[in-house]
Each structure stands twice: as structure tokens, then as C-alpha cells.
């Protein structure tokens, strides 16, 4: 008898039931593993799409191979569960496959060559590249539409406009139910995993937030809400650093090479969009730039990002970039980060949500290590309305530091300890 015992991740993609409806899946028998009800039993729990995802299609398979479904093996305990990401869990599938003598079928190239290590039979499915899906939230985007906002049991919300008269409409009276919200969410997560250039920016509990065609998506759990959610907001357009309004004065300050930039305005501003375009810009004169932070605003697919970490410094001074872009300067590893960079010699820019120079300043010497903001940074850029509004030039002095009008050198600040 031929036996067909597959992993997880075979689970998730729906390979089985495709299988079988396409009367491919030449086995008698399928064996499921109680390890993998388990595990996607917690992800379901979680609220976590993958979870659901993966039940149904166990569901599917039940269904369409006439009951030809087995469940054998016990439940992980404390300790597979949480070795669970080290492969403990996919150890006890293995094991299963050898004593049934079966095939183990999975889309994990690891798990597969650990099972041919073992001499047990393996099928590795390798997912065909396929074109990116228009998503079912696309339909709520019109050519003016910034972001989509969907809750259960709420209309649908949209912001709306260009930036810096950007609103909050309402598209319809009608209100989502909780199910309702669920399937657009199992639909981006479908989309996400068939699409190899789109990827999971990060998965919890409570949020997940996923990059997929022209979309940065966020979908949001209970507790972190209180009600099942998705954020999904357009990538804009990249506008050329030419259609800025930048002095040459500016311009040569912001590409020399030792120079670090502080970008900052408020929500909506086009921080953002400039610094694409100046990455862009400096790309294109041969410089190597790379992207970190945690929240991921500005990443470009020809740009290396990287996730803020321990051993970030050591990458950045093996792959010695001239710029380092921080996305929006958030917490406390996002200001260090800054520091530490400036201070070591590497130019950074840095995104800071804030109105004015003053508040940015004051927001940098309360967060960072240092009260100096002179050590770390030599421009200062105010965003508005997608514009450049105000720049300023940063300089230390004897007892501190001052901050002036780019141009008119008039003084804004001047700080001394």
C-alpha cells in the first residue's frame, strides 16, 4: 500500500486536495502526524491565517480522498512545541514516514534532505513562479486612494487624496463581518505564499504584516485590537529627486559622503517618497546603500534591507555601505542605531516623525545616549506636503551646538551644556 505522509508545509499550500482534484496523487492511504494537527491547532488558536488555512484543507483531503485518512502518533509535548522552529517537530513526521514505510511529502527543502539522509522515500514539491493575483482588497483602490483600513463589524475607511490633503472617507454604509474579514485576510496570506516576489515582513501572535504587489498590508489580532483588522497601504509611486525643489548648495551637501541627514515632518509629509528618491539618486551614482529599521517604510526591492539586530554593526562594516537609510526612527534601537553608526564614521539618514526642528531635537538628545545632536547629525530636512519645506545645517561648537538656516545662516538654536 502506498502512504503519502505529509509535513506542514504541504499542509498550508493546499497541495494534497490540488492533487487529487487533478487526479494526480497516485497513494492509497494519506497519514496525517498529530503533530501537525497540533501545530496548526495553536496557529488557528493565534488566529493566525496559516492555522485556519491548513485545517480546512485537512478538511478538503478527508473529503476528497473518501475518508482514505489516517491520524497517527501522539501529540508534541512542552518540548517539541517549543523546539518546534529548530525541527523537532518535523523530526517526529519523519519518524512516522519511516516506521509506515510511507513517502513524506513536503515543500521544505531541509525536511527533505534530512529524510533522504535517513533513507526514507521523499517528494519535495517546488512551488512554480507564478505572477502576482490581484488581491480581493484591491477592489476598495481607485487612483486616489493612500490606504485602506477594514475592521469587523465597521464599514470599510480609505484615506484618500495626495500627500498633505489626504482624508478619511468612508466607502460604504455596509459593515464586515468578522468571517468576512477573515477570508480577505486568508486571501493575502494565500497570495503571499504563491507569489515569490512578495514576503512576510514579520508573523506574531497578534499581527502580521506582509508586502505583496503594490501593497505593505498589516493584519491585526485580538488582544492588540479588539477586533479582527487589516491596514493596507498603497507603495506609492517613486517621484525623481529632480522634481524636488533643491538648491545645488543642498544637493552638494546631501551627496557629500560624510555628511549624516535627519529627515523629519509629520505623517503624510513624503518623507518617505523623498528618501526613495534620493537612494534612487545615490544609486545611481555608484553608491552602495542599504536600508535597516523596524518598520521597513522605504524599502525598495533593489535595496538590501536589513532587520535591526545584535550583530547588525558587524554585517554594516563587512558590507560597507556609504549610506545607511534608518525607516522611521521609532524606539530606542532605532536611535542608538543612528548613533553608533554617525559615530563610527558611517553617513546615516534617518526618518523621524516630527513638526518642527525644535520637537525633532528634543525627541534625539531624549532618546539617544547622547544630548549633543551636533555628533550624529550635519542636515536637518523639514518635509511638508510632499515638498521640501525647511533645511537646516547642524554645527558643534566649544560649549554645544547650533542649528542654523541652511542658506541664510540664521541661527534657530543655539545649545550650550
Request: aromatic residues 8%.
Amino acid at each position: 500500500m502506498r502512504k503519502a505522509i505529509p509535513d506542514t508545509s504541504v499542509i498550508i499550500e493546499s497541495l494534497i486536495s490540488k492533487q487529487i482534484k487533478n487526479k494526480k496523487f497516485n497513494f492509497d492511504k494519506v497519514i496525517i502526524h498529530e503533530a501537525v494537527l497540533a501545530e496548526l491547532e495553536s496557529q488557528a488558536n493565534k488566529n493566525k491565517e496559516t492555522g485556519i488555512l491548513g485545517l480546512e484543507e485537512i478538511e478538503r483531503i478527508r473529503l476528497l480522498s473518501k475518508n482514505k485518512v489516517e491520524f497517527k502518533g501522539n501529540r508534541p509535548g512542552d518540548f517539541e512545541i517549543k523546539f518546534a522552529k529548530s525541527g523537532e517537530i518535523d523530526s517526529l513526521i519523519r519518524d512516522l514516514a519511516y516506521k509506515e514505510n510511507g513517502t513524506l511529502i513536503t515543500a521544505d527543502v531541509v525536511q527533505s534532505k534530512v529524510a533522504k539522509a535517513k533513507g526514507i522515500k521523499v517528494i519535495l514539491f517546488k512551488f512554480p513562479t507564478q505572477k502576482s493575483k490581484k488581491l480581493l482588497v484591491e477592489k476598495y483602490f481607485d487612483k486616489n486612494t493612500y490606504s485602506v483600513h477594514i475592521k469587523e463589524n465597521c464599514p470599510v475607511f480609505a484615506r484618500k487624496g495626495i500627500l498633505g490633503l489626504i482624508k478619511y472617507k468612508k466607502l460604504s454604509k455596509k459593515t464586515l463581518s468578522k468571517d468576512a474579514v477573515q477570508n480577505l485576510s486568508k486571501d493575502i496570506v494565500e497570495s503571499v505564499k504563491m507569489d515569490s516576489s512578495a514576503f512576510i515582513e514579520s508573523d506574531r501572535k497578534t499581527n502580521t504584516v506582509l508586502r505583496i504587489n503594490d501593497f505593505r498590508i498589516a493584519i491585526i489580532r485580538p488582544p492588540l485590537s479588539n477586533g479582527y483588522e487589516i491596514v493596507i497601504q498603497k507603495i506609492l509611486k517613486k517621484p525623481h529627486f529632480a522634481n524636488y525643489k533643491i538648491s545645488s548648495k543642498l544637493t552638494s551637501a546631501l551627496f557629500r559622503s560624510k555628511n549624516s541627514v535627519l529627515v523629519i515632518g509629520l505623517h503624510d509629509s513624503g518623507k518617505s517618497s523623498f528618501v526613495r528618491s534620493y537612494a534612487k539618486k545615490l544609486s545611481e551614482q555608484n553608491k552602495k546603500v542599504v536600508f535597516t529599521g523596524n518598520q521597513r517604510v522605504s524599502i525598495l526591492n533593489n535595496f538590501s534591507h536589513y532587520s535591526i539586530c545584535p550583530e547588525l554593526m558587524e554585517i554594516l562594516s563587512l558590507v560597507k555601505p556609504d549610506k545607511v537609510i534608518i525607516d522611521e526612527i521609532v524606539n530606542g534601537d532605532e536611535y542608538k542605531l543612528f548613533n553608533d553608526l554617525s559615530s563610527s564614521g558611517v553617513c546615516v539618514v534617518g526618518l523621524m516623525s516630527s513638526d518642527s526642528v525644535l520637537n525633532a531635537i528634543e525627541k534625539f538628545t531624549k532618546k539617544s545616549d547622547s544630548k549633543i545632536i551636533s555628533n550624529f547629525v550635519d542636515l536637518i530636512i523639514l518635509m511638508n506636503k510632499g515638498n521640501i519645506d525647511k533645511y537646516y545645517k547642524v554645527k558643534k561648537t566649544v560649549k554645544g551646538f547650533v542649528i542654523s538656516d541652511f542658506n541664510s545662516e540664521k541661527i534657530i538654536l543655539e545649545h550650550n551644556d
